[in-house]
């Protein structure tokens, strides 16, 4: 199985900040990796897949770079209702893993 | 649009099955993969297999090996995961969720989500 590891698992940070989460694959999955948002208490959203390509709908503060084993996801301007927890998922192979997930907290 | 709507909350024994079923409605059901994926109290997301309702076919995690298995009802265009001999750390909110076409195999909708509580 492909190992996803997060990094932060949780950040605080403020309003108008600039954020960056990384997400490194245990083996190269060239651009197979996705990133969701998940607000508490609903389904996780799609954000950014194919690890550049960003969702419709959603806002273009948010980014995606990366291939290989090493990916990042960036938000270029904090809103408040970005504050939530992001995972990263290789869809690569199966089973499908996910990071752990980064917690993102008001400062 | 597009729509995932799960069954309501579960709660089960120990040793115990539960069926949840994920309705899909705004597209073609046959032409995309359903996977499932469920999330512990303040855990985080676990993959637990993909079922393709064109042919009936399915992947599972192995760690839900013997114990899963994912089905389909095309006249009602609904999706069903069944978890058998459920243990206390079955507990937790279960995810339908569609892969999308042509976006690298990501879930692009995803089910309300359901609880299912598995306690004696």
């Known amino acids: 199985d492909i190992q996803m590891t997060q990094s932060p698992s949780s950040l605080s940070a403020s309003v108008g900040d600039r954020v960056t989460i990384t997400c490194r694959a245990s083996q190269s999955i060239s651009t197979y990796l996705n990133w969701y948002q998940q607000k508490p208490g609903k389904a996780p959203n799609l954000l950014i897949y194919a690890a550049s390509s960003l969702q419709g709908g959603v806002p273009s503060r948010f980014s995606g770079s990366g291939s290989g084993t090493d990916f990042t996801l960036s938000i270029s301007s904090l809103q408040p209702e970005d504050f939530a927890t992001y995972y990263c998922?290789?869809?690569?192979?199966?089973?499908?893993?996910f990071g752990q997930g980064t917690k993102v907290e008001i400062k | 649009q597009v729509q995932l709507v799960q069954s309501g909350a579960e709660v089960k024994k120990p040793g115990a099955s539960v069926k949840v079923s994920c309705k899909a409605s705004g597209y073609t059901f046959t032409s995309y993969y359903m996977h499932w994926v469920r999330q512990a109290p303040g855990q985080g997301l676990e993959w637990m297999g993909i079922?393709?309702?064109?042919?009936?076919?399915?992947t599972y995690s192995q760690k839900f090996q013997g114990r899963v298995t994912m089905t389909r009802d095309t006249s009602t265009s609904t999706v069903f995961m069944d978890l058998s001999s459920l243990r206390s750390e079955d507990t937790a909110v279960y995810y339908c969720a569609r892969e999308g076409n042509g976006n690298y195999y990501s879930f692009d909708h995803w089910g309300q989500g359901t609880l299912v509580t598995v306690s004696s």
């Open positions: 998922q290789q869809s690569y192979s199966n089973p499908r893993t």
């Open positions: 079922f393709n309702p064109s042919g009936d076919s399915t």
